[in-house]
């Protein structure tokens, strides 16, 4: 991360963060720029990155950035909190694997770069800073490509009976969102056989205890009952995470689909269309 300068620095690269630098006298409507406000609005964006909060980071930094114009005063702290920007958008893909995410970290790293070197120097130290970045954009081209090639085929797109073949078309046009309903689908599952493996565990343990068939038996029964207990946290955890998640997913796939008339001859009724 960058820490983003009140203006324009000394013509050096600066690799791993830009001390703030002293604000020279700006003339003109750079007179009128806020720059404690941008500086207000960075930091609080800090924390919310620092707090894991990636998309409130991402927030806060574009309001920083839009605030601070297009002069040469100003350029570096712009392209600060453009680099900024575009790591907390590669942090919140891993967050919820929403691919536009990595395009629009590659975007404001791809315009970093261009605009990095025409503020500084071609120095070794701005070329290595340079090649940095963009080994990191290459980085993100893999990741892209290996999450669109991620996305469901059609013949593998499960969805409820009701309005299953619509619903299922509106799985196919959206796969984040389908991505999201499989993955409540397979916490559900994940959490039901952990709740019935570690109710299992608990019963073995609690027959274990019994001192006067088992009396040498209470380690063993003390270590499967933690391992059965951990069994039914965990899947109780998943189900609780699973199955709203299911649910939304399904609920915004349905409200994607209309009921439309459907005639041929000799039949009238009603089907089921994707709404995209």
Known sequence: MRRVAAAKAEPAPAPSGT????????????????????????DEGKAKYDTLDYKGAIESWTRAYALVPAQDDYREARNDLAYNIATAQEKAYDIDHKVEHLRQARGLLVSFVEEYKQ???????????????????????????????????????????????????????????????????????????????????GLIAIALADRDQFPDARPLAISLGAIGLAGVVTG???????????????REAQSRVVVAPTFSRGFAGVGFVGRF
Do not use: C, N, W
């Open 19 to 42: 001390a703030a630098a002293p604000v020279p006298a700006p003339s003109g409507d750079a007179a009128t720029v806020d720059m404690a406000e941008v500086k207000r609005i960075y």
């Open 119 to 201: 503020l500084y120097e071609p120095t070794p130290e701005a070329k290595a800073e340079v090649a940095r970045v963009k080994e990191r954009i290459a980085a993100l081209d893999a990741r892209i490509a290996s999450a669109e090639q991620a996305a469901p085929p059609p013949a593998t797109v499960h969805a409820p009976k009701k309005g299953g073949a619509a619903i299922r078309e509106v799985f196919r046009k959206d796969p984040e969102l389908y991505r999201e309903y499989r993955s409540g689908r397979s916490m559900m599952i994940g959490g039901a056989v952990s709740l019935g493996i570690g109710a299992g565990m």
């Open 236 to 250: 109780a955890v998943l189900l609780g995470f699973g199955v709203p998640k299911r649910k939304r997913a399904l």
